[in-house]
């Protein structure tokens, strides 16, 4: 049962999931926050709520409202350290372990050759040798007597 479990985990599926689910999260951190520092502001300056903007003032009476890059710059900077984080964590260490799984696999027993490729092997030697014995005969039959 657990020889089962080692195998899935080495196939790699589920350390790409999870950090597949991780970069999914971190990106979504970048998307919103583009959106509440941006297209909000945008929406604002066209009327919406006065506490969002450019900076500009459009309209005389409202305030000038700013885009804000801070949620989106640390946005950015924390999505680039989940990565290093799930790549030095995760991803660095599971490829040493798969190496040094895969060559211990290896060292243990040879792979077997599969029947259909012992088979395919055996047709090419005996159409090499039809070939050659084929080739032989008709250089014999054309070849000019004494």
């Given at each position: 049962m657990l020889k089962g479990f080692k195998d899935f985990l080495m196939?790699?599926?589920?350390?790409d999931l999870a950090v597949a689910v991780v970069m999914g999260t971190a990106f979504t951190a970048i998307v919103s926050s583009v959106t509440k520092g941006v297209v909000e502001p945008l929406l604002a300056v066209l009327g919406g709520?006065?506490?969002?903007?450019?900076?500009?003032?459009?309209?005389a009476g409202k305030p000038a409202t700013f885009v804000a890059l801070?949620?989106?710059?640390?946005?950015?900077?924390?999505?680039?350290?989940?990565?290093?984080?799930?790549?030095?964590a995760l991803i660095?260490?599971?490829?040493?372990?798969?190496?040094?799984?895969?060559?211990?696999?290896?060292?243990?027993?040879?792979k077997p050759v599969p029947a259909?490729?012992?088979?395919?092997?055996?047709?090419?030697?005996?159409l090499a040798a039809?070939?050659?014995?084929?080739?032989?005969?008709?250089?014999?039959?054309?070849?000019p007597s004494a």
């Open positions: 196939r790699g599926n589920v350390i709520n006065s506490q969002l903007g450019f900076g500009v003032t459009l309209l801070g949620p989106i710059i640390s946005a950015a900077i924390d999505f680039v350290m989940v990565a290093a984080v799930l790549y030095f660095l260490p599971m490829k040493t372990v798969q190496k040094r799984y895969l060559a211990r696999k290896g060292a243990d027993s040879e259909d490729t012992e088979l395919l092997i055996e047709i090419r030697d005996l039809q070939a050659a014995r084929e080739n032989k005969e008709s250089t014999r039959v054309h070849s």
